[in-house]
C-alpha cells in the first residue's frame, strides 16, 4: 500500500475526502460521487495496519486514545496540504477517512453565505452558530469568517478546534488556534472554553459546541461581554434552537430560554448540493434574532412552525428562509427543481412554486 501515492492522487484530482476500507479499492470523493482509484489494489487488513502506521507516526497519545476509545480524530500534512483525519473499526480492522483541507480559503463572497452573518461579526457581544449536518461546509464557512475579521477589524480571536484545519495567521487581528484532544493544548472543548474568560480575547470560536458543558461555557462567555461564534450538528435554525434548549434538564429550560433570546444574534443553517454545472452549491437558511424570534424562543413549547414563519415574515432585517433559498438558485438555473423540492417537505411544495413565480415575475419586467 502506498498512502503517498493515494494522497497525491487525492490532490491531483481535488477529492475532498479519501475513503479507506478493508475489501475495498481506496475510495475518493468528488463533487459528492465516491470514485475508487482505479490503479490501486484491494485493501487488505494488513494495508489497514499500515494506514494506521503510516498515519500515527507512534505517537502514544494518540495510540493510547484510539486503543481506548476505538475512534481517533487527528490531523495530517503532506506536501504542504493538510487533511483530517478520522480511524475507527469496522469488524476490528481499522477504517479510515481524511477530508483534505486546502491551504488557500476561499473568499467570504465566493462561498454564497450571505452577507448578513459577515455584518453580524461586529456585534461586540452575544452567540452566531453555524449548522448544518456533516459535510455541509460549516467548518469552511467558520474559517472564511475568521479570515474576514483578522483582515477588517482590529480583535483577539481564540479558536478551539479538533483538529486544527486551516491555520491563521495574524494580521488587522490577532489570532490564537488551540487544539482539542489528549495531548494537545487542552483536553476538553469546555475547559477551552472556561481557560478564554482569562486571556483577554475579544472574540471566541468554538470549533464544535458538543454537549451541555460546553454549551454553558460559551453562553457564560457571550454574557461577560464576548462574541461567541459556534458549530452544532442540526440540520435547520429551529432545529438547533430545540437541540440546545434541550441540553438541559426540563425544569433549567426557562431559564435557559431567556439567556438565549438575549444573547443569540444569529443562525445559519447552510446545505451543500450538487450544482447543475457539477459544483458544490450552498443552500443558506439565516435566522436573526429581533424581538420576534426572541419571543418564541422564550415561549414554554417551541413551535418550529413558528419559528420558519418568524424568519419568513423576517426578511427585511436579513432572515432568509430554506425555500427562498431554494427557489432563488432554481431561478439562476444553478439546482433543478428536483432538488429544490428534495430539501423540503410535501406540505411546502406548493410554496416553493409560488415563490418560484415571484421572483421569475420580479426579475423579467415583461412579465409583471
Known amino acids: ?191 477551552g472554553v472556561k481557560n478564554s474568560l482569562r486571556e483577554d480575547c475579544d472574540i471566541l470560536v468554538i470549533g464544535e459546541i458538543r454537549d451541555k458543558e460546553t454549551m454553558e461555557a460559551g453562553i457564560e462567555m457571550a454574557e461577560s461581554g464576548h462574541l461567541v461564534i459556534g458549530t452544532l450538528h442540526t440540520k435547520s435554525c429551529a432545529e438547533t434552537i430545540d437541540r440546545m434548549i434541550n441540553f438541559y434538564e426540563v425544569r433549567d429550560q426557562a431559564s435557559i430560554k431567556y439567556l438565549l433570546s438575549s444573547l443569540l444574534k444569529l443562525v445559519v443553517s447552510q446545505r451543500l448540493l450538487k450544482g447543475t454545472d457539477g459544483k458544490l452549491v450552498l443552500v443558506p437558511e439565516v435566522m436573526v434574532v429581533d424581538n420576534i424570534v426572541a419571543g418564541i424562543i422564550r415561549k414554554e413549547k417551541i413551535s418550529v412552525s413558528e419559528i420558519e414563519d418568524a424568519i419568513q415574515s423576517n426578511l427585511e432585517k436579513g432572515s432568509i428562509g430554506l425555500i427562498n433559498s431554494l427557489a432563488e438558485l432554481f431561478v439562476k438555473n444553478k439546482i433543478t427543481l428536483e432538488q429544490a423540492k428534495s430539501q423540503i417537505e410535501e406540505k411546502n411544495i406548493e410554496i416553493l412554486n409560488r415563490t418560484i413565480m415571484q421572483l421569475k415575475i420580479k426579475n423579467d419586467p415583461n412579465r409583471r
Do not use: W
Open 1 to 191: 500500500m502506498n498512502m503517498d501515492k493515494i494522497l497525491k492522487t487525492a490532490i491531483e484530482k481535488d477529492a475532498s475526502d479519501i475513503h479507506l476500507v478493508c475489501e475495498n479499492k481506496p475510495l475518493l470523493r468528488i463533487a459528492r460521487d465516491l470514485v475508487p482509484i482505479e490503479d490501486e489494489e484491494i485493501l487488505t487488513p494488513e494495508d489497514m495496519s499500515e494506514m494506521y502506521d503510516y498515519l500515527v507516526q507512534g505517537n502514544l497519545d494518540k495510540d493510547e486514545v484510539y486503543n481506548k476509545t476505538r475512534k481517533l480524530d487527528t490531523s495530517y500534512e503532506f506536501e504542504g496540504i493538510r487533511f483530517r483525519v478520522n480511524i475507527s473499526y469496522s469488524g476490528e480492522i481499522p477504517v479510515c477517512t481524511m477530508r483534505l483541507i486546502k491551504n488557500e480559503l476561499p473568499k467570504y463572497e465566493e462561498l454564497g453565505v450571505p452577507d448578513i452573518v459577515r455584518r453580524m461579526t461586529y456585534q461586540q457581544q452575544g452567540l452566531i452558530l453555524v449548522t448544518g449536518k456533516t459535510n455541509s461546509g460549516k467548518t469552511t464557512t467558520l474559517n472564511a469568517l475568521i479570515n474576514e475579521i483578522n483582515m477588517t477589524q482590529n480583535k483577539k480571536i481564540l479558536t478551539l478546534e479538533n483538529p486544527i484545519e486551516y491555520k491563521h495567521h495574524s494580521k488587522k487581528s490577532l489570532v490564537v488556534q488551540k487544539e482539542v484532544g489528549k495531548g494537545q493544548d487542552c483536553l476538553k472543548f469546555s475547559d
